[in-house]
């Protein structure tokens, strides 16, 4: 099934490659196109949820609100999958310098499809991991089995290196104005008791999808609240302002 993509107000080109397998986009208020997958892919529903929708507007609100964002904005992308949220924050913030974190193959051909020519962008085709040194493999899909909903495990024979915050941390110049997470259940090993979370005390505004299949949101809340985070909702996402490092623009 296609895509009536000549629906949308955001979209003002667009057109089939790869015997109407890919979409190319030209998007309003976007210099660079856009590419997704066709049916049975969820690409569509995540240019939907994160461009249309602009699901991770709150997350940029809360960075100018209550920082300063007059330097490089940093932000770490964790789940990218094809770049599209990445590409939201590069087109809300122009001075930004993201790193784009995608361990699924297929999705991260795609995110490099989607980013490319913007150097703003650090594609890094690796799962976020509670300790250094592991690999991982792709497993399972979550919920509705489709390509935004892949879920990567550890194993010593795995194929994708893991990376901490601690080491994107020393990457991205020492603290993250925006962290976002979206790693289908994974977040689990990120927040365990066991795992450290001092990656908090350098993070301005974390922006996280919980995953409640494991049970985990209460734990998480009680380690940002420790932590100096003020919490909303917004439909599935998590927003944790780190009320420590508030300046109000001053």
């Known amino acids: 099934m296609l895509y009536d993509v000549s629906r949308s107000s955001f979209i003002r080109r667009a057109k089939q490659e790869e015997n109407k397998k890919i979409y190319w986009l030209e998007l309003k208020k976007y210099l660079n196109p856009i590419f997704i997958r066709n049916r049975p892919s969820s690409d569509y529903d995540v240019l939907r949820q994160v461009i249309f929708e602009g699901e991770y507007e709150?997350?940029?609100?809360?960075?100018?609100?209550?920082?300063?964002?007059?330097?490089?904005v940093r932000i770490v992308?964790?789940?990218?999958?094809?770049?599209?949220?990445?590409?939201?924050?590069?087109?809300?913030?122009?001075?930004?310098?993201?790193?784009?974190?995608?361990?699924?193959?297929?999705?991260?051909?795609?995110l490099l499809k989607n980013i490319s020519g913007l150097d703003t962008i650090k594609p890094l085709q690796n799962a976020l991991s509670a300790e250094r040194g592991k690999r991982f493999a792709i497993g399972k899909s979550m919920r509705d089995g489709a390509d935004w909903a892949r879920t990567t495990q550890e194993s010593a024979n795995g194929t994708i290196m893991g990376i901490t915050l601690e080491e994107l941390l020393t990457?991205?110049?020492?603290?993250?104005?925006?962290?976002?997470?979206?790693?289908?259940?994974?977040?689990?090993f990120i927040f365990d008791n066991q795992a450290s979370q001092d990656f908090l005390d350098k993070t301005r505004v974390l922006v996280i999808e919980i995953h409640d299949e494991f049970n985990i949101r209460t734990s998480i809340y009680q380690i940002l609240r420790k932590r100096g985070f003020s919490i909303l909702e917004q439909g599935e996402l998590t927003l944790g302002i780190n009320t420590k490092l508030m300046n109000f623009g001053s």
């Open 58 to 72: 709150m997350a940029c609100s809360a960075l100018e609100l209550n920082f300063k964002t007059f330097e490089t």
């Open 171 to 188: 990457e991205n110049g020492g603290f993250f104005d925006i962290l976002k997470i979206d790693i289908e259940g994974a977040e689990r």
């Open 77 to 110: 992308d964790a789940g990218a999958n094809i770049g599209l949220t990445s590409r939201f924050f590069t087109a809300r913030f122009p001075n930004s310098l993201i790193y784009a974190l995608e361990p699924e193959p297929e999705n991260f051909k795609m």
